[in-house]
């Protein structure tokens, strides 16, 4: 789609949503890993629109995920994410309010971010609205076992064995995924080892609906603003649903680009646990599998060499050098390479 028909259907989703019409500027602007985001201005108002990363590989219905989401929070009376405006599902568009505010820079996070967080969390998880969850699609990648935690790693790691070496950084690529596979085999085997002597048989244990979770998935700083008044908004929810709550716990942490301080854990896990009748079982269930996420989290580092995952760098932003992005993803892998018995 080039921008002269971009520009007539994101108008069209513009008077959809009740937008003044004439004068309409669209402006692209940074967006995410995956999607290419635009600032529309109409009559002196601001929203944003989105326009959806779609490919056969790619099977996740990523607009519906998000818009499907933000009505569900809207509908919980939410007002941390932004509100949605409109969609056209087959064009892959969508308009979301526009939210003033800055990034939060990594170093910077504090006991009120992460309050702010796990408020968040728990507003979506309220009583009163999860009657409404079960209309959600699962999370990108839910899980509800121990055992499937486990099974989508190592399937992680085998795709990875698709790296293409015939270059510098595609070989050095190729030379980590084998320390990850030695870090994963010993990370695994301890589990293994505390499972069976604490609750044999608690691998293949799946969570039952009063212990699953409302995630927004893809969870943390890296994706929110603070807006002028101090207050948190957070975005991007196109792999939101319902998920185990020790996978939104792990992946809040393991994410790389805005790290939240270790020290934090246990009061985020303490806090947001507390949706569920078990929340103690449910938060030694989220330290316990913590190192299953930190690995996975490897893993995505590195998706950057995978053909797929290119294709979805080249359409979110044309212009990126990706051999200077596979290094600084290589990089990042390496330092967050989990030991075992270790972070």
Request: charged share 25%; hydrophobic share 45%; glycine share 10%.
């Amino acid at each position: 789609m080039d921008a002269g028909p971009l520009n007539a259907d994101i108008a069209e989703l513009a008077a959809a949503a009740g937008l003044p019409a004439g004068g309409l500027r669209i402006d692209a602007c940074a967006g995410g890993g995956n999607n290419r985001v635009f600032v529309v201005h109409a009559g002196g108002e601001r929203v944003v629109a989105k326009w959806y990363f779609r490919h056969p590989s790619d099977t996740r219905d990523r607009l519906a995920a998000e818009y499907a989401f933000l009505e569900y929070a809207a509908g919980c009376g939410v007002r941390s994410v932004p509100r949605p405006l409109s969609c056209d599902p087959a064009r892959g568009l969508a308009l979301y309010e526009f939210v003033e505010g800055r990034r939060i820079d990594a170093g910077e996070v504090g006991v009120r971010h992460v309050d702010a967080a796990a408020a968040f969390f728990l507003a979506i998880n309220a009583p009163a609205g999860r009657a409404a969850a079960g209309r959600l699609p699962f999370a990108s990648e839910a899980c509800f076992s121990i055992a499937e935690h486990l099974a989508l790693v190592e399937a992680r790691i085998a795709r990875l064995d698709g790296i293409d070496g015939s270059l510098a950084v595609g070989a050095e690529a190729r030379a980590f995924v084998g320390e990850l596979r030695v870090a994963w085999e010993g990370i695994r085997a301890g589990l293994s080892r505390t499972i069976a002597a604490s609750a044999p048989g608690a691998a293949t244990d799946v969570l039952d609906e009063a212990s699953r979770c409302v995630s927004p998935s893809d969870f943390g700083f890296h994706n929110a603003l603070e807006r002028p008044d101090g207050t948190l908004c957070f975005l991007d929810f196109e792999y939101a649903g319902r998920d185990d709550p020790a996978k939104m716990a792990g992946d809040f942490f393991a994410h790389p680009a805005v790290p939240v301080p270790p020290a934090l854990k246990d009061r985020f896990i303490g806090q947001t646990m507390a949706f569920a009748p078990d929340a103690p079982a449910l938060a030694a269930r989220a330290r316990l599998l913590e190192p299953v996420f930190r690995t996975k989290w490897c893993c995505i580092m590195l998706n950057e060499f995978l053909p797929d995952a290119a294709q979805r760098r080249r359409f979110a932003d044309p212009g990126a050098d990706s051999d200077t992005r596979r290094r600084l993803q290589l990089d990042k892998a390496r330092r967050h390479l989990p030991r075992p018995g270790g972070h």
